[in-house]
């Protein structure tokens, strides 16, 4: 089965197509195909954004489409930044980062979590899957760390003394929330790939026997 990843992010589709190979999904990478498509994510959650993302990729292609959103969820903050992460100030991931550490200034409370929902839309009147992974850990008093990306430098996931960028991507992508939703919504599809398969079949036999 052919599933459109609905983004234009490289990274995003390495690490995505890896998983869904062995399960029999072809991921197609969003920036390969003809259509360019802008989605507002006007939702009020990661899974209705989401749904919006991978709604407009498989309306577009007419084919089953793949899409995520996330964000960083700070206790202190009473969850904020959230939905809004990638928007939270203007400018730059850096400037995103200082921003946070200075609303959590003098803050004992350092919980946080990284969220990921990974939603896939089918082009029939199937019901779309969504899958909501998540990673706890704390924010860090200051940036550490070059690799990754957002608000690597200062999230220390439970279970580690470093934080995603000093632990680089080998790590991140083996515990991340993405990579948490990544193998979530793989389980979910592995019935429903079963499904299409039968159908196929049935709708091959009954051409045959016309
Ligand atoms: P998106 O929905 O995956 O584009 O993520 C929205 C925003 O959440 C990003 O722009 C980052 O600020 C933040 N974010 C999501 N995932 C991560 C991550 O793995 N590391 C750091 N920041 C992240």
């Known amino acids: 089965m052919k599933i459109v990843l609905a983004s234009s992010n490289r ?11 062995p399960i029999g999904v072809e991921l197609i990478y969003g920036g390969d195909t003809d259509v360019s498509i802008e989605v507002d994510e006007t939702g009020d959650s990661y899974e209705e954004n989401a749904l919006l993302k991978a709604r407009a990729w498989s309306e577009a292609l007419g084919m089953a489409a793949l899409a995520d959103d996330s964000g960083l969820e700070v206790h202190a903050l009473g969850g904020a930044p959230g939905v809004h992460s990638a928007r939270a100030v203007p400018g730059s991931d850096a400037d995103r980062t200082m921003w946070l550490l200075s609303q959590m200034e003098g803050a004992e409370d350092r919980r946080a979590r990284f969220v990921s929902c990974i939603a896939v839309v089918f082009p029939d009147k199937e019901p779309p899957l969504v899958y909501r992974g998540i990673c706890s850990g704390t924010i860090a008093s200051n940036p550490r760390g070059s690799g990754g990306f957002g608000y690597d430098p200062i999230f220390i996931p439970d279970g580690y003394n470093a ?15 993405r990579a948490m939703a990544i193998k979530g919504i793989a389980e979910m599809l592995i019935p429903v790939l079963q499904y299409y398969a039968v159908r196929t079949m049935e709708k091959s036999r009954f051409v045959q026997g016309q």
């Open 11 to 21: 990274n995003k589709y390495r690490e995505m197509k890896e998983a869904f190979g």
């Open 163 to 177: 934080t995603f960028a000093e632990l680089g991507n080998q790590i991140k992508t083996k515990i991340s929330h």
